[in-house]
């Protein structure tokens, strides 16, 4: 399900202190970068912030529920994306914990994904 335009810009605005959001098209629905971190996603008329297993239980607790999608083979992929709580969609300051969560998330993955590359360049010098 596509996003409206006002949607998209109203979730930018609403994660706008954290630094300058951009969103891309992707899959449907958009991708949201803040500082070139992959932090969110937007499908239809929700917003979907970047969990991983340090975050992911105050999702829960919130009531939140996960990203998911039914591939053309018919299954069933749930991503680490979550949806943001109700109240958090009112205003920046109300979605500021949860931005910055989905941030930790998204600096965490971002790290885990260096990591390999940087052993292998050392394997690579130490040769």
């Keep these: 399900m596509t996003a409206s335009p006002d949607f ?5 605005e609403l994660l706008s202190a954290l630094g300058r959001p951009r ?22 008329q929700q917003l979907f912030l970047k969990t991983d297993e340090l975050n992911r239980q105050a999702f829960e607790q919130a009531g939140c529920l996960p ?3 039914v591939a053309a083979s018919g299954q069933r992929t749930v ?3 979550w949806s943001a ?10 979605m ?13 993955a971002a790290h885990a994904r260096a990591q390999p590359a940087a052993a292998r360049g050392k394997s690579r010098r130490s040769r």
């Design 8 to 12: 998209v810009a109203h979730c930018l």
């Design 23 to 44: 969103s891309r098209r992707m899959f449907g629905g958009h991708g949201v970068y803040v500082d070139e971190c992959f932090i969110a996603l937007v499908s239809g």
């Design 67 to 69: 990203f998911a999608f």
């Design 79 to 81: 991503m680490s994306y």
């Design 85 to 94: 709580p109700d109240e958090a969609m009112d205003s920046a300051a109300l």
């Design 96 to 108: 500021l914990p949860w931005a910055r969560l989905a941030m930790a998330a998204a600096l965490r």
